[in-house]
Nanobody
Framework: QVQLVESGGGLVQAGGSLRLSCAAS????????MGWFRQAPGKEREIVAS????????VYADSVKGRFTISRDNAKNTVLLQMNSLKPEDTAVYYC?????????????????WGQGTQVTVSS
């Protein structure tokens, strides 16, 4: 049974930092891209960042470039999202996901497995 479990969310003041972690179990995902998405109330789910199977390629939403960093540890089947200089508009539920392809992807339908989400709230 495939399971993705996110952790690290919480409440932080604007300008602060959080690090999200996603642990995958049930199978190995080292040959597939992984990504972080987020969904704010009343808005559609959007890509935050994606990382290729090897970690050698990454892509970010324009809104988080220079502030967020995605990384992965294939030996531990985990993906991380370091979030710095957080803004109130970063408030959302953050989801990690595993793609069905090895290269980065910003398209949600190319991801087969999803975590349950972790809430990130940034106060002004």
């Amino acid at each position: 049974q495939v399971q993705l479990v996110e952790s690290g969310g919480g409440l932080v003041q604007a300008g602060g930092s959080l690090r999200l972690s996603c642990a995958a179990s049930g199978r190995t995902f080292s040959t597939y891209a992984m990504g972080w998405f987020r969904q704010a109330p009343g808005k559609e789910r959007e890509i935050v960042a994606s990382i290729s199977w090897s970690g050698g390629s990454t892509v970010y939403a324009d809104s988080v470039k220079g502030r967020f960093t995605i990384s992965r540890d294939n030996a531990k089947n985990t993906v991380l999202l370091q979030m710095n200089s957080l803004k109130p508009e970063d408030t959302a539920v953050y989801y990690c996901a595993v793609s069905r392809i090895p290269s980065t992807s910003v398209v949600a339908r190319e991801y087969d497995y999803w975590g349950q989400g972790t809430q990130v709230t940034v106060s002004s």
